[in-house]
Structure formats: C-alpha cells, structure tokens
C-alpha cells in the first residue's frame, strides 16, 4: 500500500507541475488571417509622390471643417486613490493608466496601457460602420470640460465633445465612482447629419508592454476571457482565429494576463430584452528587432447593446476583494484551479492574517501552522498506521516468498491475500489507513499551491532580505536547498517498508521536489519548507509517543523444520502407545 501511496503523491505532483515544467507555453503561431502590426515610421522618410486624388484634400478639410474641438492634442489628467490617468483630446482617448499600489521591474508605478506601439489605438477611441466617418473620430481633437479632475470623495464625470461642419457630431462621458478606482463607465453617442450611428468602443492593444514576466514557470500572456452561460472561456493564442468575434449576453469579458484584467463589466440591471454584446478580438504581434523581444498583445473592441446606453469597464488588478465587490461573476477572471472551493478560504485566511502580521511572508508562516494544526489528527493517524506496517513487513515479505513461484492467474495465489488479511487483522493493522488521511490532505496542499500561485497579493510583496517578491523565485536558491534539506530529514524519518528499490526511491524524492521548486515562487517554496519543519517536529512527537517500533521477526526457512513424530503428544498417551 506504500507503494500505492507513493505512486500518488508522484502523480500528484505531475499534475501540479507538469504542464509547467515539461509542457512550456508554446510560441504564438502565426494567425491564418493578418494580425495587425504595429510599426514606427522610420525617421527621415521621403514622402510618398502626391497622388491625383490629393487635390481633393483641401475641399474635403473645408467641407469637414471643426466647428467645436480642441485647440491642440491637450491632455487631461484624472487621478483617483489608487490610479493616475491621462486622457489626450485626439480621439477622446485614454493615453496613460498607472496603478499607484503597483510597480514594474523599475520601481515605477505600473503602466497598463502600451507605450511602445506609436500609431495603435487607444482605450475608448470609437469607430462606425462607415471607415471614413471612423477616420475622422480617430483624428479628431476633442473638447474636454475641464483641464484635470481630482476624484476623492465623490463621482465625477469628465466630458469631451467634437463637432465639424461635415454633420459629424461625437460626444463621451466618462464617470469616475471613488468607491471603485478601477472602473470607467462610458456614455457615448455619435451622430451625421442628425441620424445616429451606432459606434464599437475601441480598446486597442491591451495589458503592459508585451513581454511576459512573473515567477512562475509558466505565467500566460494577455488572452482574450469572457464569461457566458456560468462557464470562463480563456483563449489560447492559437486558438484567436476561432473566436475573433463573439456575440451573446456576458457577465464580463475582456484580455487578461497572469495578473490583470481589462474588461467590459454588463450591468446587472439590464433589461432582459437587451441586445448582446458584439466582441471583436484581433492579435497584435510586433517582430523583434535587434536586441528588441518580440511582443504579444490582444486587441479587442466592443459595441454595447445600444447607443447611447452606459458602459462600465474593469481596468486593474484581478485582487478577488476588489472583482467580487464590482460584481461576483468576476472573480472568475482568477484562474484558481478545479480546487476553487477550498482555494477561495485559503485566500480570504491569507488575507485576514495578513491584516494582523503585515507582511505575506509571515501571513503564510502562520497560515501554514494553522493549515498543519488543522490536519494534525488525520496526519498522526497516518503515521500510527505506517508505523504498523512497517513493523509487519518481514512478515509479510515471508508469505509473498512461500508464493512467488505462483503465476498471478494461480487459484493458490488466493490463500495468500487470505494469509495476508489474517495477518493484518492478528496485529490490528489496516493499509489503508496510512494511505487515506495523506491523500486527504492533498486537495489542501494543490490548493494551497493553486492560491499562492495566482493571488496578485504576493506580486511584488517582500519577506525578508534577499526575497523582495514572493511571487517570483528566490534569486539564491536558498529557500529551495533548505526545503530539499528537510524534506530528506522528513523522509529518514518516515516508516518505510523493506523494500530496498522503495527505499531508494523515497530517498530520491527530496532531490526531485528540490529541482522542481528551484523557480517556483519562493511564497510557495515557504509554504513547502515550513510544512516539512512542522512534519518533521510531529513525527518526532509520534516517535516519541509510540516508542521503538515493534519487530515482528520470521525465522529462516532452514529453522523451520518438521516436529518429530512423538513431539506434542503427552506422556498418557505415550504410555499407551508403549
């Protein structure tokens, strides 16, 4: 049963860590259709010769001459509690969104929206049907109401607003709720000639610099998500052709990263009857040049149900306090695993002892003693019952020799698991009982794992002198040496069976687990260490508790010879048999 146990826990890992470790994400294939790609213009650059249909310029700017717009590209800056953004009039758009609680490799505050694109669309730019009325929005220079906006204490709304002398009219409105930094809700309209056009929001290239970064072995880039019918749809690059466009009634949808979400958030109050939501998703791919990576992103536009209708849209942190406070269907954007159900308290524990402690470091320290406080009885029974098996394995070894010239398809083979049985009910001993409270502690130790490894509350948090991310891996190794060292320690001291070949093969583990954590987030690599020092101080206990181990020896088969034929019989009857 031992080796059963064995087998499992070896598995259990692979599950873990295989898709990470020997399953790298594969590079973005190149899409069936043309992606989009973004390029600089070239310094210096001769003009193109001046075509025949340029004369026509000069009347077309008469015809769509500004009547109300911005004197220059004006930019606006609107800062909340936790968010520093910058509006530009061209276009109405969204130029800049830094979040001030976190920070790039730089120490800076962290840029959500792309900087190194020249010439991509920008988050809120607005397009129509017609490519030529779309062009206009694009270029034109909005009027905005007001220089800058400070949000604190209550909700705020800035406007911008064009007009020219072609009929083109577009207004935006976008609201600010302090109660929620992240959010943006949207009121736009567009209309020609009187006649209202039904425009897409546009969100161009979404999530930071392209360039995928974190302390996982395998952290996805930005990926197109939706929620529809109860179910989270992530799509793999690979798979974008077959979801370009996406229609239907969502709960939220949107790109995402390991991190971070930017998302269209439907209002729960809808009307029933609403039209569906229309998404497009388009891949940007940049080549790289020079020294320069190759960069990834998702761009992706929507067109609400309705013109003029409000649209509220998430841009910031996948935190599960601040997703479940905007609507409770979004926390599904955290990839927490097929343990949801045991993750999420994890998480909400973490964070409660956080509150007191003030360092995550720490907080899982103390989590992981509660965590192993908790498991103590079924751990404890699961050493008593090894303890016993372990004790019983010379025997057992005895019966599997009497029978091991047997084929497996033997009927004799049977009275062996019958002396087996018997054995095990002679001492008491149950092999499952060793196995059963160990693997009931596994969903704990994947969700534990699960949580450590998505929660954005251990990015870029410190614990102690040189580990400055928890979410990153521990830049000298020393975490996972040292869990490697009492994972060995926690081996020696585990009853093992007499097998020799499992012997050695329990005693490879520890190197095994040690290779595995080397780039693990070093808050997990904690988690595993202080679970190994705290398993290590209760089999000491159970040792302790228990006594010497009982040995239940077998005598040689040389020794166990026939009785002799008066042997046994008492001194009547040898009387009578004389």
């Known amino acids: 049963m031992q080796r059963q146990f064995l087998i499992a ?93 976190y920070r790039d490799g730089l120490n800076e505050e962290l840029e959500l929206i792309p900087q190194n694109l020249p010439g991509a669309a920008r988050p809120f730019m607005l397009e129509v049907d017609d490519p030529a009325v779309s062009a206009r929005l694009k270029d034109a220079l909005f009027k905005p109401d007001r ?70 072995g395998y952290a996805p880039p930005p990926q197109p998500i939706f929620y529809r019918d109860g179910k989270v749809k992530r799509v793999a690059i690979k798979e974008i052709e077959s979801h370009r466009r996406e229609q239907g009634a969502f709960g939220f949808a949107g790109v995402d990263d390991h991190y971070f979400l930017s998302a269209v958030i439907p209002s729960t109050a809808a009307a029933p009857n609403a039209a569906p939501l229309d998404l497009r ?84 320290i103390a989590l992981t003693v509660i965590i192993n406080l908790v498991m103590f009885p079924l751990r404890h029974k699961s050493a008593v019952s090894m303890r016993k098996m372990a004790a019983l394995q010379p025997e057992m070894k005895a019966i599997q020799d009497r029978y091991a010239k047997m084929k497996m398809t033997d009927p004799g083979r049977q009275k062996m698991n019958e002396e087996v049985m018997a054995l095990y009910k002679r001492h008491g001993a149950n092999p499952a009982a060793g196995c059963v409270p160990m693997l009931l502690t596994l969903p704990v130790l994947i969700a534990f794992y699960s949580m450590l490894s998505v929660a954005i509350e251990l990015r870029g948090a410190p614990f102690i002198g040189w580990i400055k991310d928890l979410s990153a891996h521990d830049p000298y190794f020393v975490t996972p040496v040292l869990m490697g060292v009492t994972q060995f320690v926690q081996t020696r001291m585990t009853p093992m069976g007499g097998d020799p070949m499992q012997q050695k093969m329990m005693q490879f583990m520890p190197l095994m687990f040690a290779g595995m954590m080397l780039y693990m987030p070093s808050g997990l690599v904690l988690y595993w260490t202080v679970s190994n020092i705290w398993t290590i101080g209760q089999q000491a206990i159970t040792n302790r508790l228990l006594g010497p181990a009982p040995q239940h020896t077998v005598r040689p088969p040389a020794e166990r010879q026939l009785k002799p034929a008066g042997a046994g019989r008492s001194p009547q009857a040898a009387k009578e048999r004389k």
Do not use: C
């Open 9 to 101: 826990i070896i598995l259990s890992f692979l599950v873990i860590y295989g898709w990470q470790a020997l399953f790298p994400p594969p590079q973005p294939p190149k899409p069936a259709a043309e992606p989009q790609k973004v390029t600089a213009e070239p310094s210096g650059k001769a003009a193109p010769p001046v075509q025949p249909q340029a004369i026509a310029a000069p009347v077309e700017a008469e015809v769509n001459k500004p009547l109300l717009a911005a004197s220059n590209d004006e930019k606006v800056v609107v800062e909340t509690t936790k968010v520093k953004a910058i509006f530009t009039a061209r276009g109405g758009a969204l130029a800049s969104w830094r979040l001030k609680d």
């Open 147 to 216: 220089a800058a906006l400070d949000v604190r204490g209550s909700m705020e709304t800035l406007a911008f607003e064009f007009r020219d002398s072609g009929g083109l009219t577009a207004r935006k409105e976008f609201t600010f709720d302090p109660a929620h930094p992240y959010n943006i809700t949207l009121t736009s309209s567009v209309t020609l000639n009187g006649s209202a056009l039904q425009p897409t929001v546009v969100w161009g290239p979404a999530l930071g610099t392209g360039v995928v970064h974190g302390g996982m």
């Open 281 to 364: 998703f388009d891949p940007v791919l940049v080549a790289a040049q020079g020294d320069a990576p190759a960069l990834q992103f998702i761009s992706w536009s929507v067109k609400p149900g309705a013109p003029g209708e409000r649209t509220d849209f998430f841009f910031g942190p996948k935190d599960f306090t601040i997703l479940q406070a905007i609507k409770p269907d979004v926390v599904r954007a955290i990839d927490f695993g097929m343990f949801d159900v045991i993750v999420v308290p994890l998480l909400r524990a973490l964070k409660w002892v956080n509150g007191y402690v003030h360092n995550y470091g720490w907080s899982i």
